[in-house]
């Protein structure tokens, strides 16, 4: 065992042994009641040297350990819910050996700490975030500013777990074992051909990433490829990889607004886009993809969706994801990505195939990778900080995906015409 590792239980056990307030006994006790409510599973509470079993440890989950290192966590659960448990995470004030089981226990039984989220103690701090999600809405200079702070951050750090594309977005497995590149550029080709994308077509990308599926829709199916991002740092990328293709002739990279986009094109794809544009601007959004695209043209939208029956409830709260990793984003639902296209504009849906547990291995492989090697986030950050926040990131969106709370899919809409 490293010295490093030594210091740091030894830290976490002067933590644990810290005496907790009367506020931290007080959420402690609370939130302890209602963990022993949990049917799927069961949390095997460690704290300062205490063993506690909560819940039902034969529930399909089985019990699952939950490390408390300092009494500090019961505050910061109970004061900022949701949002708290992953801060604290971040914070080293818990760990888990079993980190995506232990999320999906909590997805699974999300009734059980719906109190939390809920409690008079934790209101001041929901309804400021609700402000900040407020102030953080993407109209054209939020929007820049939002896609800044996650997509901006260096590409060492992407480069270090996404496959040798730099696709930041679900892959679609062919087969057990197949490997992350391969996956993606199964995706890639599954997007272009659902929009029957052929030699010629005038495609319109909104949302480049770092340009792998518009390298694949010019190089592979002979498109046209009109692509554009708001990001400065994925738009020089972009044009590197698309240069290095000796695509240049047939991709014009732009770094525009897709509400400043002008022109009529065959085809409109956009991958994993529309979380980023907000449910107040999903209209706008749906309206300029049609106005976009020619009579009969077709739009190809690869969409992060939640159950239809936790939408409402989930846009009128300010989860961890849109707290910490993607400032003024949202995930819609189906219905409210198809009910906004047919007030708003012409395109008919005649296609859906949803995907989600291969975004569940998706994120399972870039988890582990981070994993394997922490470098270039220990090299940011020696606290291991920054490397906890990716892990809780990563695992956060894995288990809703296993769990089937929130998905992916592909849809094809067709313009009238």
């Avoid at 901006?152 to 197949?178: K, R």
């Avoid at 272009?192 to 199916?221: H, K, M, N, Y």
């Avoid at 907000?278 to 749906?286: E, I, K, R, S």
């Avoid at 986030?377 to 490397?387: E, M, N, Q, Y």
Wanted: net charge positive.
């Amino acid at each position: 065992m490293s010295g490093t590792i030594l210091v740091a239980e030894a830290r976490a056990a002067v933590r644990a042994a810290a005496t907790p307030t009367w506020w931290q006994r007080a959420a402690r006790g609370r939130i302890v009641a209602r963990l022993r409510g949990l049917r799927s599973g069961a949390i095997h509470l460690r704290e300062a040297g205490r063993d506690e079993l909560l819940g039902d440890p034969h529930g399909a989950l089985g019990a699952i350990e939950l490390h408390v290192h300092d009494p500090a966590f019961w505050g910061t659960l109970a004061r900022r819910g949701d949002v708290g448990a992953g801060e604290a995470f971040v914070a080293g004030l818990w760990s888990t050996p079993d980190l995506v089981r232990l999320l999906r226990l909590l997805v699974r039984d999300r009734d059980v700490l719906l109190g939390i989220d809920g409690s008079l103690a934790s209101l001041p701090l929901r309804l400021l975030r609700r402000v900040a999600h407020w102030r953080r809405r993407n109209h054209h200079d939020g929007s820049r500013r939002n896609i800044a702070d996650h997509y901006d951050l260096g590409d060492e750090l992407f480069a270090h777990f996404l496959d040798p594309s730099m696709t930041y977005s679900s892959a679609w497995f062919a087969h057990p074992g197949q490997s992350l590149a391969a996956a993606q550029q199964e995706k890639l080709r599954r997007l272009c051909r659902l929009v029957d994308l052929a030699p010629g077509d005038r495609l319109l990308e909104i949302g480049t990433g770092w340009g792998s599926l518009a390298v694949c829709a010019a190089g592979e199916f002979g498109a046209r490829v009109t692509t554009t991002t708001i990001s400065q740092n994925q738009f020089e990328g972009a044009r590197r990889r698309v240069q290095a293709a000796g695509l240049a002739d047939r991709v014009d990279l732009r770094r525009q607004d897709y509400r400043d986009l002008d022109g009529t094109y065959d085809k409109l794809l956009s991958c994993e886009m529309i979380e980023a544009v907000g449910a107040q601007f999903l209209p706008t959004y749906l309206r300029t993809c049609a106005a976009r695209l020619r009579p009969g043209g077709l739009l190809g939208l690869q969409a992060i969706t939640i159950r239809d029956q936790h939408y409402e409830s989930a846009r009128r709260s300010v989860d961890y994801i849109q707290q910490h990793v993607f400032p003024g984003s949202f995930i819609p639902s189906v219905t409210a990505i198809t009910a906004a296209a047919t007030r708003q504009t012409d395109l008919r849906l005649v296609r859906l195939e949803d995907f989600g547990q291969h975004y569940a291995t998706t994120l399972q492989c870039w988890r582990e990778a981070i994993e394997r090697d922490q470098t270039p986030f220990a090299a940011r950050d020696p606290s291991g900080a920054l490397v906890r926040a990716w892990q809780y990131y990563f695992a956060y969106c894995e288990s809703g995906f296993r769990e089937r709370h929130i998905g992916v899919c592909h849809l094809r809409f067709e313009r009238a015409g």
